[in-house]
Each structure stands twice: as structure tokens, then as C-alpha cells.
């Protein structure tokens, strides 16, 4: 039986970039593509496990592929979570109560990722992006939908149930007692 496939690869910024975190994704075999902070000359005298995992690491940023990955990470996770913070708003959002916030943000992440899905789906993830031919892609999309709905919704009406606990049920009324 073929294993599950795992991670094989970490892309991240430079706040996760550590000798820790560099020597435990070596030694679990993943590839990690981590930005570097501009730390200065470094000293490997007491961590040469470290250092390889870094100089791989520094290797892999630096080559045609970890750019590519870098860059696509940040247009696929920082650039919308940039727009939601200050074109959203929630960087100066005052509400009372921490859960409160967090229900905020979370439709706030639900509306984006949305968006995100429109726009792999049907190639428009805002409003205004639905003018012109993507506008009747999607109202025949809807159209469908609801001609699908309506057709079940007939298919299950004309099949309906006659036993008096299963209508009951089907109708959202309680049953009466029997006497």
C-alpha cells in the first residue's frame, strides 16, 4: 500500500526563519523555501547542523524556483490579507470583546476567500468584475442552479410520503397523539 503523501516542501517569510525550525525541517526530509532576515556575519563555530540546514536553505531562496515560490506566496497570501487589513479596515476595527473582533475578521477571511473562489471558478471575484460576458456565464450558472432545485423540489413533492409519522415530519408539524 502506497504511503500518504506529506509535506514536502515549506514556503514562509523571514518570521519564521530560525536555526530551530531550519534543523527540524531537515531532519523530517521537507525542502524549505524561508526567507532570510538580514542577521549580519553569522557564527557556525557550535551549530554545524544548523548552518548546513541554513546554507540549503539560503541555496534554495536564491535559485529560480524559490523566487518563483516566494512570489507567488506573496501574491496568493500577503497581498489579500494586506487589502483586508487596510483597505477592509480591520487594522482600526473597535468592537467590544476579543470574540467579537474575531467573528469580524472571520467574515471579513470568508467574503475574501469567496472572492478568491469566484475568480478560479467563473474569472470574476467582485462585482464589478462580473460586467460584460461573465456577467451571463454566471446568471446562466444561477439559472441552472435554481432550475435544478425547482425540478428536485417537484421530484420530491410528487413522491411524498403517505405514512402519517413521515408527513408529519415532512411538513414540520408535530404529530398528534394517538388515542
Known sequence: MPEAAGVSEVVADKGYHSNET???????????????????????KNAPEARDAVYGNRRRVRGKRGRRLLRRRGEL??????????????????LR????I???????????????LLRQAIGAGTPRGLRGGVASAVCGLIGRFVGLWSGLERLLTRFRPHSARVAALWSHRPLQPAI
Open 22 to 44: 531550519m534543523v527540524d525541517l531537515a531532519a523530517v526530509e521537507v525542502r524549505s523555501y524561508i526567507a532570510e532576515p538580514d542577521r549580519g556575519r553569522r557564527c557556525w
Open 97 to 100: 470583546g476579543h470574540s467579537n
Open 77 to 94: 497570501v500577503e497581498r489579500p490579507f494586506a487589502h483586508l487589513f487596510e483597505t477592509g479596515g480591520i487594522r482600526r476595527v473597535h
Open 102 to 116: 474575531l467573528k469580524r475578521l472571520l467574515v471579513h477571511v470568508a467574503g475574501l476567500n469567496l472572492g478568491l
